[in-house]
């Protein structure tokens, strides 16, 4: 059945229909590229593995994939796009003040806690974030300090594990320096905040239909017994393995990307923060395994 809908989607891509999101998406640069004062910033990113997007959508087949709903196309939606690269910029400003990632079971543990605390990832962004409209200086550096304060508890609690002391901490850097910093200033300006909206536009890519999109993939399940008996059976190797088939986006797709801005500056940064993060992270589903890579021409 996996096959055959891989040959039928691959006929259906010589379809008028299926092309239509790519050439409207060409129509709609040319077009926004003669309103004055929008800046616009299009590239074409080409998928350098396996591309796995809205592989948990509810789906009759197990496992899903992203097409938009008039083409029939695979697609990355803007909001997908935006997500990846504000994690990608965090993680810029974490590394800049050496706050840590953690690992997953130390972030469950944190989220677990009575009262539930915050990752200092999380804990950066809040405070990157908070809202500083209508605050004097010394009003907002009290409650910045608040945020730092929160920072110090959740760092006495993985202080220890081997990540490097935050500069927060160590008072190389105070909250109020860290907040009106150039970088923290793009990135609320960019993302938006509880303040106002992003400055920056991020739009659905649509893919460049002249190869074949889809490509089929398995996840090969070794120990089906023992995950059905909720432990009861061991995780022997005896078992044989049940491969279980979905559907991929196929490597050396070609996606047209656009974002746009009234300010060139931010345009330009959060093109070059998706640009980093589309090769670095990928985009998607188990991008863990090396699925989702993309490089921006």
């Known amino acids: 059945m996996w096959r055959d809908l891989v040959t039928l989607a691959d006929r259906l891509r010589n379809k008028g229909s299926a092309r239509h999101g790519w050439d409207r998406q060409q129509a709609l640069i040319d077009t926004l590229n003669d309103v004055s004062g929008l800046e616009v910033w299009a590239s074409p990113a080409e998928t350098k593995a396996r591309l796995s997007v809205g592989f948990g959508n509810t789906t009759p087949l197990e496992t899903g994939l992203t097409l938009h709903r008039l083409y029939g196309v695979p697609y990355l939606p803007g909001t997908a796009l935006k997500g990846l690269c504000r994690s990608w910029a965090l993680e810029e400003l974490a590394a800049k003040y050496r706050i840590p990632r953690l690992q997953p079971l130390e972030i469950k543990n944190l989220h ?40 110090q508890k959740t760092w006495q609690d993985v202080q220890g594990k081997g990540y490097p002391e935050p500069a927060l901490n160590s008072n190389q850097k105070s909250v109020f320096d860290v907040w009106e910093a150039e970088e923290s200033c793009q990135y609320r300006q960019i993302f938006g905040s509880q303040e106002c909206r992003g400055e920056v536009c991020f739009y659905d890519a649509f893919p460049k239909v002249d190869k ?40 050396e797709v070609t996606f047209q990307l656009l974002l746009t801005s ?6 330009d940064k959060a093109a070059a923060w998706l640009t980093e993060a589309l090769a670095t992270f990928g985009l998607g589903a188990k991008t863990a395994l090396g699925y989702g890579e993309m490089a921006v021409a």
């Not at 999380?122 to 730092?148: C, H, M, N, S, Y």
């Not at 009234?262 to 345009?267: G, K, V």
């Open 262 to 267: 009234l300010d060139r500056e931010l345009l």
């Open 112 to 151: 677990d806690s009575k009262p539930k605390k915050l990752t200092p990832l999380e804990l950066l962004e809040k405070l990157v974030l908070f809202p500083g409209v209508g605050k004097d200086a010394r009003t907002l550096q009290k409650e910045l300090k608040k945020i730092q304060a929160e920072m």
């Open 212 to 251: 074949q999109l889809f490509q089929l993939d398995i996840i090969n399940v070794h120990y089906q017994p023992y995950y059905g008996s909720e432990g009861q059976e061991p995780p022997a190797d005896y078992y044989s393995p049940v491969p279980n088939y979905f559907l991929t986006v196929a490597p």
